[in-house]
């Protein structure tokens, strides 16, 4: 069974830097595209990027590109978000995600960890 553990959230200034990280188990990761989305208070969740587990391609939203980083550690079976130049419009809970390369929804999720910019 898939398992995925987010951490490495907090409070940070805005301007400032932080690296999450999503631990996954459960089996291995080749065939996945491993996701990270976002839960802003009142909004909806939100895309933020993804990566595909063999081959590293990347994928962002608009508004973090260029901030924000996602890599993984293949020997360590986790998945990193960097997150540079943070805005207070950054603030959310932040979750991890994974999915089959064949499938078109997440189908797996991790609890989520809080992200807050304070401006």
């Known amino acids: 069974q898939v398992q995925l553990v987010e951490s490495g959230g907090g409070l940070v200034q805005a301007g400032g830097s932080l690296r999450l990280s999503c631990a996954a188990s459960?089996?291995?990761?080749?065939?996945?595209?491993m996701g990270w989305f976002r839960q802003a208070p009142g909004k909806e969740r939100e895309f933020v990027g993804s990566i595909v587990w063999s081959g590293g391609i990347t994928y962002y939203t608009n508004p973090v590109k260029g901030r924000f980083t996602i890599s993984r550690d293949n020997a360590k079976n986790t998945v990193y978000l960097q997150m540079n130049s943070l805005k207070p419009e950054d603030t959310a809970v932040y979750y991890c995600?994974?999915?089959?390369?064949?499938?078109?929804?997440?189908?797996?999720w991790g609890q989520g960890t809080q992200v807050t910019v304070s401006s």
């Open positions: 995600a994974a999915r089959l390369t064949s499938d078109r929804e997440y189908t797996n």
């Open positions: 459960g089996r291995t990761f080749s065939g996945y595209v």
